[in-house]
């Protein structure tokens, strides 16, 4: 089911809680709020100095992607074959980064069939198929590389990016290929430390001295958070701001165009996930419809959301004392359990409505339908409150 179809005489909802009251869902429900969407794109397309990319992986709904490209974003990071030909399709005119740095052969010509020009790399082995399959001419492939920086959610660099050292040797092979030369990095996600971004900055313009290159642009990657917590809301600007003057100060004239890449940090608040209270455990633990291998598959990773409604079948919220509850999925597998405790009223009932703000990101693309449980319906709000 599309993001604007749903069950019933209406195609467009006012908020949740009318949803609630006229249909009563028994299955999880994401709802998703175009006007949220299109005022972050405008956030970042304003406030970040260079080429704003959508990280397609956090969230590749057709009406996202149709969302963005409408609202002026011209560029998406796919890390696939299958997501290379949804932009193709969804946004012809936009351009495509394979910033997945490890990949199949076959997939590297599929990548290079579909006129894809952005790649990169973080070892030698990767950058040996790219010069084997990938034409030089406008061609750009962009160093991915790593470092012991903290502030982030969870380290990227366990999996991907080479030293700074191996990015220089790197940098220099792209360049004495003939192709475009350029580097990118990923602070990791969820990333609520500018400093993170100053750092690797003031590393990648080291990178270019010790390759004796000037890097044609700089991916400064994802990492921007999302609103996750009810008491901290992210402050783009000032990591916006921290961007353009490290880049500014790290390389002066020898400055290359900035590229973000932001999942994450652009889709997930446009989203809330309406969950419904199965029981209540002899008034202690929480069972819902949905949990860890459904809607919420990352919160054992990166921490509970805790922009949360509790609302009666009625549709109006559920007043009472907070008080920590235990909360489990449906399925019989005892890790679906949400990390810690959740504050939730101390009246709160079986048949109520437990509604995550800011769920957007790594939730519906991870549905896993584990144990017969995970159907959702997907429908589309005015408000999201």
Known sequence: MGLTEGRGPKTVWNNPAEIIRVLAPEDPVMVFDPAVLRATAQRFLRGFPGLVTYAVKSNPDKAIIRTLAAAGVKGFDVASPYEIDLIGRLAPHAARHYHNPVRARAEIAHGVAAGVKSWSVDSWSELEKLFQRVPSENC?????????????????????????????????????RGYI??????????????????????????????????????????????????????????????????TEAAFGADRPELVCEPGRGMCADAFALITRVKAV????????????????????????LDRLQ???????????????????????????RLPGEIDLPANIQEGDYLIFQGAGAYSTVTNTRFNGFGQMAHLSVRSLS
């Open 281 to 304: 455990r002899d008034g202690a633990a929480v069972f819902l419809n949905d949990g860890v291998y459904g809607g919420l598959t990352e919160l054992p990773q990166i921490g509970n």
């Open 181 to 246: 030369p350029s580097l990118t990095f990923h602070p990791g996600t969820q990333c609520g430390d500018p400093q993170a971004w100053e750092s690797y900055i003031t590393t990648a313009a080291r990178i270019c001295d010790m390759a004796g290159v000037k890097a044609r642009r700089l991916n400064v990657g994802g990492g921007f958070p999302s609103h996750r917590v009810q008491a901290i809301a992210p402050d783009l600007t000032t990591i916006f701001e921290l961007i353009d003057s490290a």
């Open 140 to 176: 750009e492939i962009s160093p991915r590389f790593k470092l012991p920086v903290s502030g982030a959610a969870y380290d990227f660099g366990s999996k991907f990016g080479a030293s700074p050292e191996l990015a220089a040797e790197l940098l220099r092979a792209v360049a004495d």
């Open 310 to 336: 509790v609302l009666t079948p009625e549709g109006t919220p559920r007043a009472g004392v907070p008080t920590p509850r235990t909360v489990f999925g449906p399925t019989c597998d005892s890790l679906d």
